[in-house]
């Protein structure tokens, strides 16, 4: 065991704190206590069944456990409104307080946060791998599979093993469009798709600092691509500002921070006064380009969304870039805000009307296009830019059509063009 | 436990996506899942999983998403064993959890081939390649994950210890 006077990372205070101890080891095993235990209608039915095998009549805590059906909903076919059908029976038979349906749910990742579920200091677990977006917020936060969550539902504990630290500091200033989506696609280029593999992600530096909330929950949401456990970030102004909004003050958290002096596994200095516009082309996050070396690639489908970028940042920076203009006439253009407050900010702007006007599809919140699910599936040979997160071999479709990831700058410029393309080349 | 099987070789990066394509994610069969295990990623998975039933891969495999769906397919195909030079973290505790053997080996991706029958002794820690004559070592687990193992599942383990 760590001596008292060893420094610790963020990751390493929080899974202490919630394992009871005064500090824990990178590398050692802790059973520590959840705050959430979330899932979806993919995850937690399998989940439920996990559940009743152990044989309690009731959760360790009816609120803490989170349902959202978001992937396959308004439920595409038959087999999923049965799994959608198990959920809120189980939300209904156990008296899950948090349980958010059609019409009133969101994204998960979107919908926890903007609900003020989420808490500095938290730890976090969800049946969905990019549970890693509320690091955003200091938690610690990461997904895991069925079972884990049953457990978890079932003890109100996790097993995790703590994670030795990267840390990122992101220096200088950023080009005009560039956002967190960019910031994180060009990391995960740098450092792979395992670059991260167990770890805990601390992104840090002047950048972060100045980053918008929407565009950090970006980057926290991708560390899963590098194979992170944890995308963390500390407590500041902007975060304290935006939980006040949620009428979470100050001394309802705690807030964790790493030592000043303590040694991380890796760290990476990374100017971002030098970096473009990003896309990760097919197949894999890790494969990112300048936007402007692909200007070339002719699209289908552009999807604006997700549980990365279907916030309201997001879609003000779509509207921004589609005003007065129309979208290519081959190309599919989906928008989908990723809840229902997102939905009616958008609409109370005029962005759904921008939207529109320049012939996109909006859709209620879903998970659909990003996993391939409904709402925009893609045929053979076809290609998408896409908000999203993944773009592997048949993400969104057929095994022969192609993904390429995007911040929603470059999808609405690319809706418009066609093709592949930077926001200068579409506005006037 | 000792594995005696031919090898499926596999490289990089295997993901959930190519393991088990979300459009079968409406379903938590079991039987159903294993249908379409790989089938966009290898076609002939279904035929050469017949006789060959370790899966020996290189790094990062099951990356992606949370879906556990992605083992239970690998398991209900028939699948005794993967070894992977790395798993991504969620489908490793996934396996464990649901009680499909996954254990890493630095050497063993690089060294073993296609069709390759092997010998496992996962209590040893020794990989034998029978085909030819090379050993390696599989890398330790921690105790606690070896109890759920020992358990075939994690929910085993936990009806035990709640």
Redesign the interface.
Known sequence: MAAKNVPQTMAQKILAYHSGRDYVDAGE?VNAGVDIVLGND??M??AI??FK???LDKVFDEEKVVIVPD??TPN??I??AE?SKLLREFARNFNIKNYFEVGRMGIEHALLPELGLIRPGNLIT????H?CTYGALGAAAT??????A??AM??GKL?L?VPESIKFIYTGSLKPWVTGKDLILYTIGLIG??GA??KSMEFTGQVIKELSMDSRFTMSNMAIEA?G?FGIMEVDAATEEYLKARKIDVKDYRIFKSDHDVEYEKIYEIDCSSIELQVAAPH?PSNAKNAKDLKDISIDQVVIGSCTNGRIEDLKIAAEILDGKTVANKVRTIIIPATQNIYLEALKRGYIEIFIKAGCAVSTPTCGPC???HMG?LADGERAVSTTN?N????MGH?GSEVYLSSPAVAAASAIAGKIAVPEEVID | MIIKEKVIKYGD?V?T??II???Y????DKGELAQHCFE??DTGFKEKVKDKKIIVAG??FG???????AP?SIKGSGVKLIIAE?F???FF??AI??GLPVTTSSEAGKYIKDGDELEVDLGEGEIKDITTGKTFTINPL?E?IQEIIKNE???KY??KV?
């Open positions: 095993i993919v995850t039915p399998l069944g996990e095998k152990i044989g992937h396959f595409k076919d087999k999923s799994q969800g049946a969905d791998s549970t997904g895991v599979g069925s079972t884990d049953a457990v079932a003890t097993w093993m798709v395992d593999l167990y194979g456990k894999l996993l391939g699910g599936v993944r592997f071999v048949g993400r095994p | 990066n993901d996506d190519v394509p979300a459009r994610l409406n379903t938590s966009d990623f790094s990062n990356c992606g998403s949370s879906r556990e769906h239970i790395s991504a973290r969620i505790r996934n959890n649901i921690p606690f599942g994690y929910i936990i009806k709640i």
